[in-house]
């Protein structure tokens, strides 16, 4: 059974911070690339970032130098430090985990709510 769990979501105030987490059971956490997506209501899907297995990430623009994901393999567990939050970044957070040629694995979503 595999099994991606998101944590950490919530309501912040414009400027605030969160870190979502997710833990991974049921797959070879360490060889699999993980990322973040987020999908607004009414709006198209969004790779927020990415991290490959040796550790390589990408962010999109929208959230570079804001975001930073890392990995945990000891702990099978990926993170999203979201810092200086806005409105916009209001959104279903869904964790990711890809392995070329073996599909894509989805988790439930956690909702973020940035508002005053």
């Known amino acids: 059974q595999v099994q991606l769990v998101e944590s950490g979501g919530g309501l912040v105030q414009p400027g605030g911070s969160l870190r979502l987490s997710c833990a991974a059971s049921?797959?070879?956490?360490?060889?699999?690339?993980m990322g973040w997506y987020r999908q607004a209501p009414g709006k198209q899907r969004e790779l927020v970032a990415s991290i490959t297995k040796g550790g390589t990430t990408n962010y999109a623009d929208s959230v570079k130098g804001r975001f930073t994901i890392s990995r945990d393999n000891a702990k099978n567990t990926v993170y999203l430090q979201m810092n200086s939050l806005k409105p916009e970044d209001t959104a279903v957070y869904y964790c990711?985990?890809?392995?070329?040629?073996?599909?894509?694995?989805w988790g439930q979503g956690t909702q973020v709510t940035v508002s005053s």
């Open positions: 049921g797959i070879i956490f360490s060889i699999y690339a």
């Open positions: 990711t985990a890809r392995r070329t040629g073996w599909g894509d694995y």
